[in-house]
Structure formats: C-alpha cells, structure tokens
C-alpha cells in the first residue's frame, strides 16, 4: 500500500509540476489530484495558448483473483478536476465487463468488482472512464482509457500433460544412464511471485532411479540392473509449485520404465545327455528328435544357433534350429539299417547368432551337449539286388523262353523266403511271367519289334513271413530285331523331267525307310531292276548314303511322244538275310523354261494356242455362260409381264364407274386438255387431241345430286375457284379441277349436276340404255331406282 502511494505521489510531482507535458494542447480547466490511492485523474480542458499543468495519471488497478468476500471488492477511484465534490459531474464507465463484472459509482467515481475473477480465463480488462454534467449530459472531459489487471495467486498446481509416461532403458546400464524427461504445466503467473516455479521429486521408484528438481529428467540410480531378475519399473514423479515450499499445490504421474534386453546370457542346455531312440525305418530327411538349450535373453539375443560337432554322427544326422521355438531339430542324412549299427553318440553345440562384445568377458556364449541315437530294429521289406534291371531278347522268340532273373533277399535277422509276382498294373498286356519262387523271367507271347520296341513294368518282392512288407523294382526290357521286313521308298515323290533335259542331269533324290531298323542301323543299296537296265531312258546312281539319285540318260524328251515313264528302282538292306524290294517310280515329261523352271506339265497344253493359258479360257467360258443367263432371264420377264398386262386388259371387266388415272400436268401441258376449256365450255380447241390412258376401274359410292338449288353451289364453286387463281402461293398444278361440262361430242351432254335445273326427281334415265354395253350397268340402277319409287308412290 506505501508503495502504491509513493508512486502516485512521484507521478503527481511530474505532471503536476510541469515536468511532462502532452503532445497537443490541453482543455482549459486545472488538473487536481484526490489525496487517496488506486484514483484516476480525467484531464481537464486548457486554453490553446495555455502553459499545460496535469495531475498525476493512474492508468491501470489491480484486483485479486478468486476473490470470496461477501461485499464486491473495491477496485479504485475515477476523479475529475472539474469535480468540485457539488454533485454536478456524473462519472461512466464502458468497455470490458463493465456493468457485468465491474461497476462504477455515477457520483463518486468508486469502481468495485461485482463477481469473482480467474487470471488463468482473463488475465486483465481495458476499460474507458468519462466525466459528464448531470444536468446537460454533455462530457466534460475527453473519454479516458485504462486497464485493471486481475492479480494472480497460487490456486493451480502443476500438471504433467503428457502423462502417464512410457520409457525404457537397457539392462546393465551404468548409473545416470538417461531414462525420460518429464515436464509438468503451472497455469499461474509465472511472472508474479513463486506460483508456477515447479520443482521435481519422485515418490515412488528408489534407489533405482533419480529425478533431477529444475528439469525433470530421470536417470538410473542403481548399477547393473538385470532384466532377468525385474524388467518392469513404476515410478511415480511429483511436481510441487511454491519452488517446493510447505504451501504450494502438487501434481503427480507415473512413469512406467521397462529394461530392455541385452545379450547378457549364453544360452544353456538343462542337461549334459539326450537319449533318442530311432526306427531304422525312418526316412532320409524326416525329423527324429528335438533337443533345447535355455538362453533367458530375450528376443534376437536369445537366437540359438546348433551345430553338431564332426565325430561319429556328423555324416548321418544333421540340425537345424526351428525359429518359432528355439529348438534343434535332429535330421536323418542317410538311411538306418539296425543290422548294421544299433546306436550312435555324438555331441551338438548351442551358440548365440548375435553377441554382445561388452559381456564376451564373462565367457564363451556357447554350451555343448551329448545325443545318444538308439537304432531300432524294424520289420523291413526284401531289397532287390539291382535298381534297375535291364533285358534283351529277339522278336519272334517261342514262348516260355527265359530271358532274365532278379533277386531280392531280407536282410532282418532271421531273414524270410522271398516270393516274386508281376504288378499286372504296369503289365497288363501280359506279354511275361515270373517265376515266383526263383525270379526268372520269360516270355508268355511273341513279341514283335515292330509293335512294341520296348517293354516297362515292375516286379514285386514280398516276405513270406510278413506279405505286407513288400518291394518293387522297375525291369525293362528290350526287343531287338530280326531283319524281316525288306527297305522301301520312304515316301511317294513327284518326280518331273524338262523336254529339254541334258542327259547326266539328277532330276530326283529318293532315301529309303526299312521297318525294322532306323536308317541309321543298316545300309542300304539303290539299283535299277536288270529288265530296265536295257537302252534305259534314266539310271540310278547310288550315293552310298543310304541316299540315291534318279539320272537322265537322253537328250531331250518330248510329251507328244511320251507323257509319264515308270523306271524300277531295287532297293537292298544290309542286314542278314538280306532283304530287298522293287519301287516303281513315275517320272512326268513338263515343258520348261531356259532355266530349268516348269511351265505345264498337261497334255492339253500342247493343243492350246501360244501365250493363253487354260485358266484364261475357263475365265472366258464362264463370262460367256453368265452374259447368256442374263439374256434369257431378260426375255422371260418381258414375256411375262406382256402376258400379265393382255390378261389385265381383257379380263378386268368389272361393271364400276370408269375414272381415268391420269393427273393434271399443271400449266405447262396443253396437249392433255386445255384449262380454259374447262372453266369455259364454250371454248374449245377443235385441234388438241386428247391422249387417252387404259381406264382403271373403281368402285365409287353413288352420289346423291343435291336438291337445293345448283345456283349456290356454282357460285360457291366459281368464288373458291377465283380465290385459287388469284393466290401467288397456290402450287402450279392443278389443285381444284371442277368437270363440269363433258363436251360437245358426248351424247348425253353434261353429266355434271351443277347446271341441272331439274330436280332429281324429273331426269329421265332410259336414254342410257342406248349407250351401249358399258353402260348397261348404270341404266339398271336408274331404271330399278325409278321404278321403285313408282311402286312406293302408287
């Protein structure tokens, strides 16, 4: 409280004695000051040419936070100078929280805080002061700006934000190895008083770790911490305001530490000897044990490695660690046989993959154990002597000759009769037999070479003792050949020779297959038969590679004479007894060009002209037969349709009014009928002839002639008439043509009921029976009309 009135007392001194003074000038009226702490002085107004004199300015108060008191807490004072303590000056306030959290008294000035306030949501308010007059409710003064700030207290204790926490460390570690760094949040004023200075302790955790108090980071307390005695560590850390002192608020976390593993161990087997006992039976290959050795590390570190050390075992057996459980697990290499060998001792190593040179002086990371494999005797099957068995034998051998034998023997103790029988699965011909009791095999049918070169099957060996245990072995047999069949021409050749062919030319290379062997076996000999041999047209000249060529002997040969020569070739195989065949090759005569090329090899292309060729002729041909096709295809249709239109004409007689299908031409045909004829009936052409078409008949309904007068329906007819003529849009055709005259010529005059005057009960219609026949039909219906009405009336 001294110290707020000292310095209000030293700023009234500086503004009010003429030390400071504003940047512009000041309203007229002094400045006074209020003899009494947290007052605010609202400048007065000065002349313009006035030396400017203030009162000391406060320009911002203090309030505590979380205040509890029952009346509103008093914040400071607002005065003016021109307030001479009359009543006449009315003091307001605006800006922040005025009116709802900070009031003002209008006559005093006093400014109180009506509810609790919290730094830590607002830390302070700027509100605006003005001194007005009562009565005119003008300002007095300029409106003043100022600041209450709220002052803070201890009422937030620390926070750890990120906690719990989670750290580890390795095992082993010396002491002050770093753990985490934990940091704590004080939401009070750091700026004011001890309120967020925080400092750091453990609670929980010792003698394993330390916690230095300024910065919160952990670090180990204890040398030589073993993850396999504890790996799991709580420690619960606190973090006290006040920098410690009895009063101040606290918070807490945990921080859970875990040791994390180092390869500290060697890995351990939890006895020196293993005893496994064996099958002899087992297969190459298969698993036959597990042994394990201990490492209490942990992942990577606890990696074992076996190896089995080169001694007695190390050529049967092998190890292999399986990764999911650490273990060794022993191998089969080669076969057991009981007989042979009962058992085996050797020694297995375990070691770690990955070492840690800090601890290597702590020893070797390694263990050896002794396996002792115990061999157990098994009922075993025969065992042939041979794998494979392969055999001979000629084609055409009589049956039951004995071509070979196998042999399988036990070799268990007290060894067991073998007996023997063909797996009819891979037999089935059943060309063999065996013997079951000796093994011997021979021949059941006669073999053909040909047919079959080679034979495949398997025998079985089963003890007599136990027939379950059995064995197989595959025999193979081959049919070697007799020379029976004699070599022939391997395939059928085309051979063609050129009119003008030079004698000594090869003109066909021929080769030779013989069923009994492939070519590469034997050799064969080509030779024309002795009969041809005689003034020969070609020879065969033998390359002695089982390949021969076919030669001409004449210069020149001609198709007229001679079209296709048949020269026999005598082919002879090598073999005993020696076989032979004669082959009758076709050889052509062809017209060739210069070079050699064929040109034709027909007869007919003799007789055909120079430089045309019989595809062009077939191509003529075929043109010619299509033209004449289309001709007659032509003229029926001409005659069918003249046919069709004879029939129309003479037998489509029908009793119908006759219309004529025939429309108007429009303006420019005259040779029709003349327009003006038709709108004037007087007028006529004497000169134009009307083209008359065949009539098509229609069967039309009979129309009534209108009773009325036909004076209405001619001017009606002659108005819609000259409204045609006088459209410029109307088409150029004919649109409306009205017939209302039949011509001069026409013996019953005009037909047209326009121009009757006559009703249609005075026509008189027996004159149409002098028409002819075409109108027969309609005088019958006038006639029976007429005298239907005659009977009605009478």
Known sequence: MLTRNCLSLLLWVLFDGGLLTPLQPQPQQTLATEPRENV????????????????????????????????PQYVGKLHSDLDKGEGTVKYTLSGDGAGTVFTIDETTGDIHAIRSLDREEKPFYTLRAQAVDIETRKPLEPESEFIIKVQDINDNEPKFLDGPYIASVPEMSPVGAYVLQVKATDADDPTYGNSARVVYSILQGQPYFSIDPKTGVIRTALPNMDREVKEQYQVLIQAKDMGGQLGGLAGTTIVNITLTDVNDNPPRFPKSIFHLKVPESSPIGSAIGRIRAVDPDFGQNA???????????????????????????????????????????????????????????????????????????????????????????????????????????????????????????????????????????????????????????????????????????????????????????????????????????????????????????????????????????????????????????????????????????????????????????????????????????????????????????????????????????????????????????????????????????????????????????????????????????????????????????????NQRLQENDMDPTAPPYDSLATYAYEGNGSVADSLSSIESLTMEADQDYTYLTDWGPHFKVLADMFGEEESYKTDKVT
């Not at 203090?62 to 029952?70: A, D, K, N, P, R």
């Not at 005659?639 to 004409?649: G, P, V």
Request: net charge negative; glycine share 6%; hydrophobic share 35%.
């Open 40 to 71: 605010i002085h609202l400048p007065g107004w000065r002349s313009h040419f006035q030396r400017v004199k203030r009162g000391w300015v406060w320009n911002q108060f203090f309030v505590l936070e979380e205040y509890m008191g029952s009346e």
């Open 303 to 717: 990696e074992i490695e076996y190896s089995i050390v080169p001694g007695d075992g190390g050529n049967l057996f092998d190890i292999v660690t399986d990764e999911n459980t650490q273990e060794g697990v022993l191998k089969l290499k080669k076969p057991l046989d009981f007989e042979t060998k009962k058992a085996y001792t050797f020694k297995v190593e375990a070691s770690n993959l990955h070492l840690d040179h800090r601890f290597h002086s702590a020893g070797p990371f390694k263990d050896t154990a002794t396996v002792k494999i115990s061999v157990l005797d098994v009922g075993e099957p025969p065992v042939f002597s041979k794998p494979l068995y392969t055999m001979e034998v000629y084609e055409d051998t009589p049956v039951g000759t004995i071509i070979g034998a196998v042999t399988a023997q036990d070799l268990d103790v007290g060894s067991s009769a073998v007996r023997y029988f063909i797996d009819w699965k891979s037999d089935g011909d059943s060309y063999f037999t065996i013997d079951a009791t000796e093994g011997t095999i021979s021949t059941s049918e006669l073999l053909d070479r040909e047919s079959t070169a080679q034979y495949n099957f398997s025998i079985i060996a089963s003890k007599v003792s136990n027939p379950l245990l059995t064995s197989r072995v595959n025999i193979l047999i081959n049919v070697l050949d007799v020379n029976e069949f004699p070599p022939e021409i391997s395939v059928p050749y085309e051979t063609a020779v050129c009119e003008n062919a030079k004698p000594g030319q090869i003109i066909q290379i021929v080769s030779a297959a013989d069923r009994d062997l492939s070519p590469a076996g034997q050799q064969f000999s080509f030779k024309l038969s002795p009969e041809a041999a005689i003034k020969p047209n070609f020879t065969v000249r033998d390359f002695r590679n089982n390949t021969a060529g076919i030669e001409t002997r004449r210069n020149g040969y001609s198709r007229r004479q001679q079209e296709l020569y048949f020269l026999p070739v005598v082919i002879e195989d090598s073999s005993y007894p020696v076989q032979s065949s004669t082959n009758t090759m076709t050889i052509r005569v062809c017209r060739c060009d210069s070079d050699g090329t064929i040109l034709s090899c027909n007869v007919e292309a003799i007789f055909l002209p120079v430089g045309l060729s019989t595809g062009a002729l077939i191509a003529i041909l075929l043109c010619i037969v299509i033209l004449l096709a289309i001709v007659v295809l032509y003229v029926a249709l001409r005659r069918q349709k003249k046919k069709d239109t004879l029939m129309t004409s003479k037998e489509d007689i029908r009793d119908n009014v006759i219309h004529y299908d025939d429309e108007g031409g429009g303006e420019e045909d005259t040779q029709a009928f003349d327009i003006g004829a038709l709108r004037n009936p007087k007028v006529i052409e004497d000169n134009k002839i009307r083209r008359d078409i065949k009539p098509d008949s229609l069967c039309l309904p009979r129309q009534r002639p209108p009773v009325e007068d036909n004076a209405d329906i001619r001017d009606f007819i």
